[in-house]
Nanobody, 115 residues
Framework: QVQLVESGGGLVQPGGSLRLSCAAS????????MGWYRQAPGKQRELVAV???????NYADSVQGRFTISRDTAKNTVFLQMNSLKPEDTAVYYC?????????WGQGTQVTVSS
């Protein structure tokens, strides 16, 4: 059974930083395209960042230069380092593991950027 468990969300002031973690079990992250998505109230879920099985990364334009996705294969964990946070980054952030034959989601972690 595949499980993705996110952690690291919380309340942060504008300009601050957070680091999200996604611990995977039941699947090997380097065999998947791993991604972070977010969903703000009243909006559709959107892609934030992905890292391919080969280690290539891609980012939404809105977070390019501020967020960094990475992985630790020894810990089977994916990270999202978020810097220079803005109020518009407020959302529930979800971890995703994707292969052609499977697609898994975590339960989400809330990130709130507010003064």
């Amino acid at each position: 059974q595949v499980q993705l468990v996110e952690s690291g969300g919380g309340l942060v002031q504008p300009g601050g930083s957070l680091r999200l973690s996604c611990a995977a079990s039941g699947t090997i992250i380097s065999n998947n395209r791993m991604g972070w998505y977010r969903q703000a109230p009243g909006k559709q879920r959107e892609l934030v960042a992905v890292i391919s099985s080969g280690g290539l990364t891609n980012y939404a334009d809105s977070v390019q230069g501020r967020f960094t996705i990475s992985r630790d294969t020894a810990k089977n964990t994916v990270f999202l380092q978020m810097n220079s946070l803005k109020p518009e980054d407020t959302a529930v952030y979800y971890c995703n593991a994707y292969r052609v034959d499977a697609n898994y989601w975590g339960q989400g972690t809330q990130v709130t950027v507010s003064s």
